[in-house]
Each structure stands twice: as structure tokens, then as C-alpha cells.
């Protein structure tokens, strides 16, 4: 046992060594050459951005795209789900370029939730969590100036930012932005919609359904006490 441990301390001894507890000097100014273990990781050959480099005939490191190409998975195409804005204008786009489904509502949610709600609040009334922490000029997706905004400025403002807000471009693929647009109308209207905007199927049925129905799912079960009861009215009695 005495020897495992005098050469398990002597291995250590000299791992230490190896990983340059001595070799770097301490720390110190020294001319003497470190002992480097692995000196790739000191000396990778890599191209630095805007630098020399002579491997190619400009001497340039930053390389241009090669003509007639262009980046794998990128948006290069001037269309409105790419940017929304109308082709070959400055003008933004009104309505969303994609289809509304309940699973882009789903996922506009979800993103909206990791992205946007920090600052503007689940409810979107620019209430969020910053709010408790200074940060008190978050937009309101309830005031009439959002609510009239096309799409496509919304989209724009996602990726590019605006004013306090920065671009979340890098962040959120361009799907993920439209579906934040779509679940943001959404939100919009579950404050502002009134009877005209149900469809016209669904006013007839509400209309048709008798108010018996609501009152009987709103009704406290049978034999539950009210816990409010009207002025003026006595208390129920407690069973014997």
C-alpha cells in the first residue's frame, strides 16, 4: 500500500508538470519557451476577417460569395413572407402573407411567450416583467396605432427592431414571426372584437341558445350554500 501511494503521488507530481504548473514559469516574464502540450490549440491556421492572408491571389482572408450563389436555407427572395413588404416597394404588406391555422396560433403563442411577453405581458398590454425593473416604455398591442399597423410593419419591427426594441431577426426564424403576428391579432381581438366579427353561423347560434343554459353551467351545484348572499336575505342554515 506504502508504494501505490509514493507512485500515485509521483504520477501526480508529474502530470502537474506536464500541464505547465512550472513550465509557464509561475506566471512570471521569462525568455525561455513554454512547454506547450497541445500547441494546435495555440496555432490554428484559420483566415482572420479583414486581414492579409497569401493562400489567395488578393491577399484578402474575407472572402465575397461565389458569384450565382447563395447561402443554403437563406431569404434571399424578394417576396412579402421574406420581408414583409410589397415587391419591389417600400410599402408593407397588410394582411399576413401565410395561411391562419390553429397551429400557427399555437405557435405564435409559444414564441410569444419566450420572446415577447418578458416586456409586453401575456395579456399584451406592454405590462410584462421588465416593467418591474425600470423598463416602463413597452408598446401596448391594445392601443389603436398597433391595432391599425399592417402585418408586415409588425414583421419588419420583429426583425429589425425599433427604438428600445432590438432585432430579434437572428433569433426567430421567419415562420416563427409571422405566427408572433398572427397570435398578436389574436390577442388584439380578444379585446376588441365585438358581435359583427363572429361569423355569421355562429351569431345565429348564439342567439338560439337559451339563457337557461348558461345560468344552469354557471349554477353552483345542488345543495351548495351561496357564499354571497343579497342584501337583506338570511344566511342558509347549516344541516343538522
Known amino acids: 500500500m506504502r ?78 413572407v421574406n420581408t414583409g413588404r410589397l415587391p419591389g416597394t417600400t410599402n408593407f404588406v397588410e394582411l399576413l402573407p401565410v395561411p391562419v391555422t390553429e397551429a400557427l396560433l399555437n405557435r405564435g403563442q409559444a414564441r410569444y411567450g419566450i420572446y415577447c411577453a418578458p416586456c409586453h405581458a401575456a395579456a399584451g398590454d406592454g405590462k410584462g416583467i421588465t416593467s418591474k425593473y425600470g423598463m416602463v416604455a413597452m408598446a401596448n398591442f391594445h392601443d389603436k396605432r398597433l391595432v391599425v ?18 432585432a430579434y431577426g437572428a433569433q426567430i426564424p421567419i415562420n416563427d414571426r409571422w405566427a408572433i403576428v398572427a397570435y398578436i391579432r389574436a390577442l388584439q381581438r380578444s379585446r376588441l372584437a365585438t358581435t359583427d366579427d363572429v361569423p355569421a353561423s355562429e351569431r345565429l347560434r348564439l342567439a338560439s341558445a337559451p339563457p337557461s343554459a348558461t345560468a344552469a353551467t354557471n349554477a353552483p351545484p345542488a345543495g351548495t350554500p351561496a357564499t354571497n348572499p343579497p342584501p337583506g336575505a338570511p344566511a342558509a342554515a347549516p344541516k343538522e
Open 3 to 80: 508504494y501505490f501511494v509514493v507512485g500515485f503521488l509521483l504520477l501526480c507530481l508529474v502530470v502537474l508538470s506536464i500541464a505547465g504548473l512550472r513550465y509557464d514559469h509561475g506566471g512570471s516574464t521569462s525568455r525561455r519557451t513554454p512547454f506547450e502540450l497541445f500547441p494546435d490549440m495555440d496555432r490554428q491556421p484559420k483566415l482572420r476577417p479583414q486581414t492579409d492572408n497569401n493562400f489567395f491571389s488578393d491577399q484578402l482572408s474575407s472572402r465575397l460569395p461565389v458569384q450565382g450563389t447563395v447561402a443554403r436555407g437563406s431569404a434571399y427572395e424578394d417576396v412579402p
Open 149 to 166: 399597423m399592417p402585418d408586415g410593419e409588425i414583421f419588419n419591427t420583429i426583425t429589425y427592431g425599433k427604438t428600445l426594441m432590438g
